[in-house]
């Protein structure tokens, strides 16, 4: 179970949200298998797509994000319910880059250039659209630059994910700061030097965790705590209205060639195989 911890600090001038995303990113890992440098990428977008997913107001609001580099680590998709139920995929996990010269992860590498989009979807009214240039794929900056461009909200972001020699994650998560209206400039300075002191994140995290991050450097405030978990939505009931729209036609040209019908979740890799029958009983039923 992943935990946010939200509050207003400098004179509630800033919003500050801490992320603590370690069993996220775990759970992601198991069902991908990824190379540690895509297993960086892939939490990270997951850690900040969280962050967004604790802004939606209402129940049936829901939002995904898609980072369109031209690296080789192809596309990342994300997606997060009001719930902070959380999903995601990158198209080529078994992607892999030598270290950095700093011995970092090349994450701005594996992504590449590109954009992001991000759709915000309600029951009510059309889904919101934003998109921008990917400054850096390094994820932190991009969504920081996504926030900056299409949302006219100043975020300052930090995040980090640390793998270990055993492919696990030994730390995940985030701090976010976003400028209230009517900031002062001295809170914006002040909000700067915050964010200067997350440069080592996922070790922090590994050390303290997120909750360890709150009381060491915000203790002043009282934080209000969510959790948050990765969580894929897919079924069988899903899959059969896919199934539907694509054609019984089309369907048993699958069975005759391939013996069966096979489809296989993205987000936690389920498979859902459907046999003649089943694709008989599936269009019967529609009648």
Do not use: W
């Not at 980072?67 to 997606?79: E, F, L, M, P």
């Not at 700093?102 to 009510?124: F, S």
């Not at 996922?202 to 969510?226: H, P, Q, R, V, W």
């Amino acid at each position: 179970m992943g935990k946010i911890y939200k509050t207003l600090i400098l004179n509630d001038e800033v919003s500050l949200c801490v992320l603590d995303t370690t069993d996220i990113v775990n759970k992601a890992i198991y069902y991908h298998n990824p190379t540690p440098v895509c297993a960086a990428a892939l939490g990270r977008t997951l850690t900040a797509t969280v962050f967004m997913g604790s802004t939606l107001k209402n129940e049936d609001d829901r939002l995904s994000v898609t980072i369109s580099g031209d690296g080789i680590g192809g596309h990342i998709v994300t997606a997060c319910d009001s719930n902070l139920n959380v999903r995601g995929m990158i198209d080529n996990p078994s992607a892999d880059l030598p270290l950095k010269e700093n011995g970092k992860l090349d994450v701005g590498g594996l992504v590449g250039k590109g954009y992001m989009t991000v759709v915000r979807t309600a029951d009510i009214g059309e889904p919101y659209v934003g998109r921008c240039h990917l400054v850096s794929g390094e994820i932190a900056e991009d969504f920081a630059a996504y926030y900056a461009y299409s949302e006219q909200q100043p975020t300052a972001m930090a995040l980090g994910v640390l793998i270990g020699t055993d492919g696990k994650c030994l730390g995940a998560g985030g701090v976010v700061l976003q400028i209230m209206p009517g900031c002062s400039e001295e809170s914006i300075s002040k909000a700067e030097e915050i964010i200067n002191q997350f440069s080592n994140l996922s070790e922090m995290l590994e050390n303290i965790g997120g909750k360890g991050i709150c009381d060491k450097y915000f203790g002043e405030y009282a934080f209000t705590e969510y959790n948050t978990e990765y969580k894929c939505n897919c079924s069988k009931d899903y899959i059969d209205g896919v199934l539907l729209t694509i054609g019984k036609d089309e369907l048993l040209q699958t069975l005759k060639t391939e013996g069966k019908v096979e489809v296989c979740c993205h987000f936690c890799n389920k498979k859902y195989v459907y046999l003649s029958d089943d694709v008989e009983k599936l269009f019967s039923n529609e009648k």
